[in-house]
Nanobody, 115 residues
Framework: QVQLVESGGGLVQPGGSLRLSCAAS????????MGWYRQAPGKQRELLAV???????NYADSVKGRFTISRDTTKRTMYLQMNSLKPEDTAVYYC?????????WGQGTQVTVSS
């Protein structure tokens, strides 16, 4: 059983930065694709960033150049560094880990970008 727990959300001013963390527990393996998603009120969940088991990354156009996905395998934690935040980044952010046959989600953490 794998559990993912997000943390690091909160209120930040436009142009500011936050780093979200996703701590994994249980039997998590090296073959998972890791990702960050967000869901704003009234909108569908949006894929923001993914990292392959080999460490390759891809980003949604909306966050390219501003967000960075990373992981610390020793701490079993994935991160999303968010810079140059905009009000439209306001959403609940979720981490995800999946293989071809399994899929795990965190509970989400709220990010609010406002003056």
């Amino acid at each position: 059983q794998v559990q993912l727990v997000e943390s690091g959300g909160g209120l930040v001013q436009p142009g500011g930065s936050l780093r979200l963390s996703c701590a994994a527990s249980g039997s998590i393996f090296s073959g998972y694709t890791m990702g960050w998603y967000r869901q704003a009120p009234g909108k569908q969940r949006e894929l923001l960033a993914v990292m392959s088991p080999g460490g390759n990354t891809n980003y949604a156009d909306s966050v390219k150049g501003r967000f960075t996905i990373s992981r610390d395998t020793t701490k079993r934690t994935m991160y999303l560094q968010m810079n140059s935040l905009k009000p439209e980044d306001t959403a609940v952010y979720y981490c995800n880990a999946q293989s071809f046959i399994v899929n795990y989600w965190g509970q989400g953490t709220q990010v609010t970008v406002s003056s």
